[in-house]
Each structure stands twice: as C-alpha cells, then as structure tokens.
C-alpha cells in the first residue's frame, strides 16, 4: 500500500523546525568553542529536539481539529486533520509514533547525561503533548510563551551543552534566552494572526488575554533583547568578542517589526511568520560562528 507522505510534511511544519534545531547548533558550538564537545551526542539531541518538535505540531493538529478549534476561518496554514487529509486516528498514531521515537532518544542521550538530561526529556515531551491536549492545555491557559521561552531556550541549549561537557556555566545559560526569545516572538507573530479565531473558540493566548497592542509589544521586546544577549555574555565573560556580530538582527528586524505592526489582516502576518523564523536561523548560525571564532 502507498502512503502519501505529502500530507505528514504539511503537519510536521517543517518551517517551525528551525526553532528546535537552533538551540542545539548554539549549544553545540559553544561547547566545541570550548574544547569539549561530543559529535555524536549532539546530533542524538538534534534528532531529539525535531522529533519533539514534529510530535508538539501534530499534537497540535489534532487537539485544535478536536476542540473545534481549527475552522474554516483559519488563516494560517493549512491543519490537515481539518481539512481531511489525515483521519484522526492515523493522526493520533503519529503523534504516538513520533513521541515515541523522541523518548528512546532521550533514553540514549539518559545513559550518557545521567538524572539531568532525564528530567528535561521527560519534561519536554510531556510539555509538548499537553501543548495543546486537555481542557487546560499550556497554549489555552496562555502558558505556552513560558514554554517555549524555557524549552526552545535555557533548557535546550544548556542541556546540549551538558550533555557533551557535563559542564554547565552561566554563559551558556544566557546564550539559551536569545533563542527562546526569537522562538517566543514566532509564538507571538503566530497568536496575533489567529487572535479572532483563538477568542471565538476560546482559547486565551496572551495575545487574546491582553490584545493586539500587548502582543506587538510583547513581539518588538522578544527581539529587541535577543540581540542584546550577545552584549550582556560579552560583559559578563570579556571573551568572543565575535558573537557581538548577532546585534544586526535588531536592524534586520526593522521590516519585520513594521508588518507586525502596521498588518492590514491576519493572513498577511503569515509573511512576518516566515521572516521571524529565518531571523532565528540567521542569528543562530552568527552566534555559533561568532563563539568558535
């Protein structure tokens, strides 16, 4: 029997995927920067951190379609169990599947990393299930910034590095919150789109607890201060002065900060989506040049 993968690509976003995969190249850079990385651990939390990452956006999927969430009057891309490209139950299998596939990895990365890297194994897929599943899901109760700030960020990055060096400073640590940051203002760009959609099926984002100028402003200082981390390491560790290159996504944010801003309606804010994740590869791959220089 041929299986249409077309369908699963659409689920998995693969334009998201960026979010996971830059932290991981930040800790993994600072580590090889360091004399003290682990080639093989760091692609296990590479795949570790896209399947989380694939498993959450069919999570995602699903629990929407099921909550009646995800309509017709969706502007964003399209949800393939909404639309009926994929059954609900096959929809399910895969999340089953996926998150199954992250946690044997994680048991891998758990031999290596010990109790630590156990902890945000199991915190980071239980966190990206109840994403969206339950009546008191992370993204309804407008707790998921906070978990992709701490998850795509601190966590990710200081975990990477751990588990390579079983060490851990507090450069590392900060270098984690530009990355949660950018991933916190595609959250932002993307709860502002859908900010009509999420009140009618009532579920309360920040962007629909608090309004449209709360999430623009919530947008402009996400990057504002990620491209002030670099200062802030550098005054801290006056080392790889390099990194202090990152700053120009704040002038590369300009555009990007004036369609948030100014959206004439929801779908053209899919543009400022799109922007705001190749920022975040931008800025990920300067920091990680920046640091092993």
């Known amino acids: 029997m041929k299986i249409n993968l077309n369908p699963w690509l659409l689920a998995i976003r693969p334009k998201t995927l960026p979010a996971s995969a830059s932290p991981v190249l930040i800790g993994t850079a600072m580590a090889a920067g360091d004399g003290i990385h682990h080639l093989p651990t760091a692609f296990l939390c590479l795949l570790g951190a896209l399947l989380v990452q694939a498993g959450t956006n069919l999570a995602n999927d699903y629990f929407d379609f099921k909550k009646g969430i995800d309509t017709n009057d969706r502007v964003g891309p399209l949800r393939v169990t909404q639309a009926g490209l994929i059954k609900p139950w096959e929809m399910m299998t895969g999340i089953v599947v996926t998150f199954g596939l992250s946690a044997l990895v994680a048991y891998f990365l758990f031999l290596r990393g010990g109790w630590p890297i156990a902890v945000i194994g199991i915190l980071g897929i239980l966190s990206g299930i109840f994403y969206t599943a339950g009546r008191y899901s992370l993204s309804s109760l407008g707790l998921g910034d906070i978990f992709v ?145």
């Open 149 to 293: 700030l701490v998850f795509f960020g601190p966590v990710a990055v200081a975990g990477t590095y751990y588990v390579q060096s079983f060490e851990i400073n507090l450069a590392v640590i900060l270098a984690g919150l530009a990355p949660g940051l950018i991933s916190t203002a595609i959250l932002t760009v993307n709860n502002l789109r859908d900010i009509e959609t999420d009140k009618k099926a009532g579920k309360k984002t920040l962007a629909v607890r608090f309004g449209k100028t709360f999430a623009q402003m919530e947008f402009f200082y996400c990057i504002l201060t990620a491209s002030l981390i670099p200062v802030f390491i550098y005054a801290l560790i006056q080392d790889h002065l390099p990194i202090l290159g990152c700053g120009i996504i704040g002038l590369c944010a300009g555009p990007l900060l004036k369609n948030v801003f100014n959206f004439s309606n929801a779908a053209s804010l899919n543009h400022a989506l799109e922007s705001t994740g190749k920022l975040l590869i931008i800025y990920s791959i300067l920091f990680s040049i920046g640091w092993i220089l």
